[in-house]
């Protein structure tokens, strides 16, 4: 293998290796398919892990080549119709422990604040002083940030809504991605179920894009589908006061298509930095403090006068979180290891 030959024959490979020297072998042999372009032709009982190593496969049975062809075409030829019943046994009480913030964060941001605001839009006195901050907040706001031509109570209204909402919405992706990432990484430690993740023929780099990806996702679905309902709610309550379609805005559409999945990609890569050390999931959700803090920054921002969560200032913030999410991934990837992980099993 140290020449980069162009076709090598390999007989059990695996044969006596434990686990993690089984992985490190695939994975060398794969660069070498990458990169030196080698043929690979490999003998052996092991299929799990060579299996997605393989672009062909051949079954022999009793010196026969009874099957041959590409890998997942044979799987469906040979096996079409085996189906699987997969039974998992779990804690209800710790189900209800990630199931009810999922629900009751984006209930209380998507309806019930915004339909507080509206339902109480024609008394704006009566808004100032059931939300604290707020008249500060209203007080604040440029001239050139609202709409010419309004009331009192649509100002109020508009401002609540376009501007003191845009970063609380933030904190629905934070909160989702590090349910889940401390769930999917740091739970299955608490369950012991995460043995044989570390095992499976994946690089470091791509088990923690996997599992970054498996927590962002739900993240950003959660968030958009919020966002819907939260529009639809906001413009149907708020026509008649308004006079007509008022949401969204230039800054909600890029805090929600560009800013959510940057900071719910920043929450679940600073979860699984931390998953090598942390036993607990809290422990592990203790790292989004982080970013909670700056979110907070932000609206305490747009109260005092220092700043306004417009455009501007959301195109400057997700262009400042890709750079940092780019920057903390690399070094997760990088420093990611699975062998403190397993030790600790």
């Known amino acids: ?31 070498m398919v990458r990169t030196a372009r080698t043929t690979v032709v490999i003998c052996t009982h092991q299929l799990h892990g060579l299996e997605t190593l393989c672009d062909d496969v051949g079954i022999l049975d009793q010196g026969r080549l009874v099957v041959t062809g590409e890998v997942q075409a044979v799987l469906r030829r ?140 739900p993240a950003v679905l959660l968030t958009w589908a919020s966002f819907l309902v939260y529009a639809v709610l906001v413009n149907a309550l708020g026509a008649p006061l308004m006079g007509g379609v008022f949401f969204p805005t230039w800054a909600w559409a890029i805090v929600i298509v560009a800013l959510a999945p940057l900071v719910a990609f920043l929450a679940t890569c600073l979860i699984v930095a931390i998953s090598g050390r942390s036993t607990t999931m809290q422990g592990a959700q203790g790292s989004v403090v982080l970013i909670v803090l700056p979110v907070l920054a932000l609206i305490a921002g747009q109260s005092t006068g220092l700043m306004l969560f417009d455009a501007r200032i959301a195109s400057v913030a997700a262009v400042t979180l890709l750079v940092i999410d780019v920057a903390v991934f690399r070094t997760v990837a990088g420093r990611f290891r699975r062998e403190p992980i397993i030790t600790r099993l």
């Open 1 to 31: 293998m140290l020449h980069e030959p162009d076709l090598l024959f390999l007989d059990e490979p695996t044969a006596g290796l434990d686990p993690e020297a089984a992985i490190d072998l695939i994975g060398y042999v794969r660069e």
């Open 78 to 217: 040979r096996w079409p119709e085996h189906r699987y019943l997969l039974e998992v046994e779990g804690d209800p009480a710790s189900a209800r422990e990630v199931i009810a913030p999922l629900v009751i964060v984006p209930l209380v941001f998507v309806v019930l604040i915004p339909g507080a605001v509206l339902l109480l839009g024609s008394s704006p006195a009566l808004l100032t002083t059931t939300v604290a901050g707020l008249s500060g907040f209203i007080e604040n706001l440029p001239v050139h940030a609202l709409p010419a031509g309004y009331s009192a109570e649509q100002l109020t209204v508009y401002a609540i809504i376009v501007y003191f909402m845009a970063p609380l919405f933030l904190l629905i992706p934070v909160m989702v991605a590090s349910l889940t990432a401390s769930s999917s990484f740091v739970g299955e430690k608490e369950r012991g179920t995460i043995e044989g993740l570390l095992y499976t023929p994946l690089t470091d780099r791509e088990l923690v894009l996997g599992k970054v990806l498996a927590s962002v996702i």
